[in-house]
Nanobody, 126 residues
Framework: QVQLVESGGGLVQAGGSLRLSCAASGRTFISSTMGWFRQAPGKEREFVAG????????YYADSMKARFTITRDNAKNTVYLQMNRVERDDTAVYYC???????????????????WGQGTQVTVSS
């Protein structure tokens, strides 16, 4: 009965910053790799960033690495996505998800994650 709830999205100007949060319930979070994904209207859901259970192993989609940072606070059951120098193309619904227990070491495909949060909208304006 793991639940994930995203927050922190909103309207931001190009070049600005946002920090997204994902609050989790359930013990699964403590030992799970967590990921952020995003989906823009008419586009497929794409991987953004991942972080292992310890919080020290992070990985990113190549296009995100220079601007986004993923962190987690296991004591608070929360994972974060710091978004810097946002661009128009960053506009999307952002989702957090927990990796399935028997998947790859650094999963990037949505099929390896469950459960999912409901998403938070990020809109970048100019």
């Amino acid at each position: 009965q793991v639940q994930l709830v995203e927050s922190g999205g909103g309207l931001v100007q190009a070049g600005g910053s946002l920090r997204l949060s994902c609050a989790a319930s359930g013990r699964t979070f403590i030992s799970s790799t967590m990921g952020w994904f995003r989906q823009a209207p008419g586009k497929e859901r794409e991987f953004v960033a991942g972080i292992d259970a310890s919080g020290f192993g992070t990985y990113y989609a190549d296009s995100m690495k220079a601007r986004f940072t993923i962190t987690r606070d296991n004591a608070k059951n929360t994972v974060y996505l710091q978004m810097n120098r946002v661009e128009r193309d960053d506009t999307a619904v952002y989702y957090c998800a927990a990796a399935r227990p028997l998947g790859p070491i650094k999963p990037t495909s949505a099929q390896h994650f469950d459960p999912w949060g409901q998403g938070t909208q990020v809109t970048v304006s100019s």
